[in-house]
Each structure stands twice: as structure tokens, then as C-alpha cells.
């Protein structure tokens, strides 16, 4: 039995986890709420009472960058240490893997209908891949391939410099600057990002918000919000606020493929994409993905698509287990990305 971890910066996902041939299957799950809680442990502590369980291994990814068995947390104020959570609870072995590493090794846990298609790419498509996943934060990873698999490697991209595509844009990161000093892509790719867009098109472009939204709207939970009211067209603002954060997240991938070559696929995950599918299968998603200059013939062969499966990052978290405690082989058909199913953006 593994214990598996998504620790995200807003909710922590737990699960058991076995091992069936080439695969790992899901057991027993809770989801717990990070706020108010003291760290990982104590979670880890809840879970495991409450299904009187003791595994031997655990894998947990979190937001934030790993650093000899270390995470300090990105949006959580929290410390993880794997030998702390080994020693308290009695784990034989316990790895650490950033939040978007689990997530790409999560991808070979994935069937077809758990793809969105919204670019085919190439029929032959076939080197590197990429994740990229908005949600508390922006999250990046990639998987190399060494010509018999992937091997999924961290990345912290979504710190990287925000770089605007046209004069609004342009404005955004001026307005951010001022209020923030350094503006990285995930100070936009974001739940906070969504509502930073669109409170800049309110303060400073001066667009309307429609007399019709709720009290809701100005709530804890802003940016789900704004996003819903953007996909139903109800507010000028919020519409604006997920055109812009759609192409944006549309660049940042196209930027993340160039760099890392993800030649077999860059895939979208995270909380928020799922949520605004619609938005991602139309054509301003792919038009912006491509917009790279003479590296445009380039981005067309790349793969894209979207995770609908909101266990990957668990799956994967488990799988990366399976596979570092040598319980399923290296390599083969399970350590790649599964065949997108047939399905276009159009």
C-alpha cells in the first residue's frame, strides 16, 4: 500500500494507493482544507487514523521547489521534510516531488478520455513533453525523453518574468509592477492572477461589471467568480479578464514548449483549466499557443491537451512511488503519455 499526497496551496488530497501490474489503483481518498492547519503532518495524521491503515512507502507532491528532501512551501507557509513524515509515522521510504513533477509523472497514469484534444499536432509526434497548470499557482514541469521513456523533471517557469503580447497587456505588467515590484507569469496565471486582471480592468481601463453579479462576487472565492461569469457572458469585465487570462496561459505554454522542446505534447492541468474548457477549444487558445514567429510551423506539430482528470497529480505521486521502490519496471508503454483520443478543438 502507498500513500500518496497532492499538496496544493489551497487543499491537500491524501490517498492509499496499490500496485496491479502496470498500474497503481486508487484505494481510499479525503481531501482536506490547508487553511488553519500546522503542516502536512498533521493531515497525514488525520488521514491515517481515520482509515487505520500504515503504509510503508509515500510520495508527496507539493508547490514548491524540493531541495534536498526539503519544500518550503511557495503559497503555503508550510515545511515539508521527508525524513520528519518518515520518522513520525513509521514509513519505510518517503519521496518529495514538486507538485507539477507528480503531475507529469501522473500523465502515464491517464486513459485517453481523460484528454481533451485541443491541437492534434503531428501524426509522428514524438520527444520531450511538458505540463503547465494554473491553479493557486502556476505550476511547470517537463518529461525528457531518453528514447525508451519519459522521466519527468521540476521546474519553477511560472516565477519566470511576465511577458506581455500587445498594449493592454503591456499596461497589465505596468500596473502590476507598480503594485507588486517583480511581476512573474503566475502573478497572472492564477486564481489570484484572475482577479489581479480583472481588478485592473475595473481600476484601471474602467470597464463596466454588470448591475446582475451577486454579493458572492466580491467574496473569498473571487476568481471562480469572475470565471464563471465570464464563460456565461455576464459581465463585460470578467469576460475581458478570461479572454486576456486565456491567451496568456496560451503563451506561457507555447514559451514552456520552445524551451524544453516538447515536441510530444505540452498538456494543460491545474484546478482552473478543466473549469474554462470551453474557452481553451476555441481558436484564441490555439492562435496564441502558435503566435511565435518562425517558430510558429513548430508549435502547429506540437500536441495539445487538456487534463480532465483531476486525480493526476495524485496518480502520479503514487506511481512515481511504485516506480523509485522498484515495484513495476522502468520504461515501456506505461512510462509514456497515452495516445490522444480523436477529438479536435474543432
Known amino acids: 500500500m502507498i500513500l500518496a499526497g497532492d499538496v496544493g496551496g489551497t487543499n491537500t488530497r491524501l490517498a492509499f494507493f496499490s500496485v496491479e501490474g502496470r498500474r497503481v489503483k486508487l484505494r481510499q481518498e479525503d481531501r482536506f482544507v490547508n487553511a488553519g492547519r500546522h503542516g502536512l503532518g498533521d493531515i497525514v495524521e488525520e488521514f491515517l487514523a481515520g482509515h487505520g491503515l500504515r503504509p510503508e512507502l509515500a510520495c508527496f507532491g507539493v508547490a514548491g521547489p524540493v531541495r534536498q528532501g526539503r519544500i518550503l512551501g511557495t503559497n503555503l507557509p508550510w515545511t515539508v521534510e521527508a525524513a520528519e513524515l518518515a520518522a513520525r509515522f513509521g514509513l519505510g521510504r518517503v519521496w518529495l516531488l514538486n507538485d507539477l513533477e507528480a503531475n507529469a509523472y501522473g500523465i502515464a497514469m491517464l486513459e485517453a478520455s481523460d484528454l481533451l484534444l485541443l491541437q492534434p499536432g503531428a501524426a509522428n509526434a514524438g520527444g520531450n513533453a511538458a505540463v503547465i497548470s494554473p491553479g493557486t499557482g502556476l505550476g511547470e514541469a517537463g518529461l525528457f525523453w531518453d528514447g525508451r521513456q519519459h522521466i519527468p523533471f521540476a521546474a519553477e517557469g511560472g516565477h519566470c518574468d511576465f511577458g506581455p503580447g500587445d498594449e493592454l497587456q503591456t499596461d497589465l505588467l505596468r500596473h502590476l509592477s507598480r503594485k507588486h515590484g517583480h511581476v512573474s507569469w503566475e502573478r497572472v496565471l492564477s486564481g489570484p492572477g484572475l482577479v489581479e486582471i480583472y481588478d485592473f480592468l475595473r481600476e484601471v481601463v474602467g470597464m463596466n461589471r454588470a448591475s446582475s453579479i451577486p454579493a458572492a462576487f466580491d467574496g473569498p472565492d473571487r476568481a471562480a467568480s469572475i470565471s464563471s461569469a465570464g464563460?456565461?457572458?455576464?459581465?463585460?469585465?470578467?469576460?475581458?479578464a478570461l479572454e486576456i487570462f486565456v491567451s496568456l496561459l496560451a503563451a506561457e505554454a507555447g514559451n514552456l514548449a520552445l524551451k524544453v522542446m516538447a515536441t510530444a505534447g505540452v498538456y494543460v492541468g491545474g484546478g482552473i483549466a478543466p473549469k474554462i474548457a470551453e474557452k481553451l477549444k476555441g481558436?484564441?487558445?490555439?492562435?496564441?499557443?502558435?503566435?511565435?514567429?518562425?517558430?510558429?510551423?513548430?508549435?502547429?506539430?506540437?500536441?495539445?491537451?487538456?487534463?480532465?482528470?483531476?486525480?493526476?497529480?495524485?496518480?502520479?505521486?503514487?506511481?512515481?512511488?511504485?516506480?523509485?521502490?522498484?515495484?513495476?519496471?522502468?520504461?515501456?508503454?506505461a512510462s509514456r503519455p497515452p495516445e490522444p483520443p480523436a477529438r479536435s478543438r474543432e
Open 231 to 240: 464563460l456565461a457572458g455576464a459581465c463585460p469585465a470578467s469576460s475581458k
Open 283 to 333: 481558436p484564441g487558445f490555439i492562435d496564441a499557443f502558435r503566435a511565435k514567429g518562425r517558430m510558429a510551423p513548430l508549435l502547429e506539430e506540437i500536441p495539445v491537451s487538456l487534463i480532465l482528470d483531476e486525480q493526476a497529480a495524485l496518480k502520479g505521486a503514487a506511481w512515481c512511488a511504485a516506480l523509485r521502490a522498484e515495484l513495476v519496471e522502468q520504461g515501456g508503454a
